[in-house]
């Protein structure tokens, strides 16, 4: 893990944290990753499975990943002719 995605990590876990605050450490990221849908053993739990879960967390299903919101396009045919050169943003 780089420096940049464990600080990612520990900003996203302290506001999430504080919610349950009654929970260990363990016991949070463990929750985390059944929340996630994540079935394996805590020692294999990815940072981004975390990180992604922690942005998504309480949002709609059907709501975009952050991270590919920049790219997003409602129309595919819109999307098509930005990707072809054809419209100009």
Excluded at 33 to 62: C, P, Q, T, W
Aim: proline fraction near 1%.
């Amino acid at each position: 893990m780089k420096c940049h995605r464990i600080d990612e990590v520990m900003e996203l876990l302290q506001s999430a944290w504080e919610g349950d605050s009654d929970l260990n450490l363990l016991q949070f990221l463990a929750k985390l990753g059944k929340e996630a849908g994540f079935e394996g053993e805590l020692k294999d739990l990815s940072d981004e499975v975390l990180i992604y879960h922690l942005k998504m967390r309480g949002s709609d299903k059907n709501d975009v990943i952050p991270g590919l919101k920049k790219d997003y396009e409602e129309d595919f045919k819109t999307a098509l002719l930005k990707a072809r050169g054809i419209i100009k943003e």
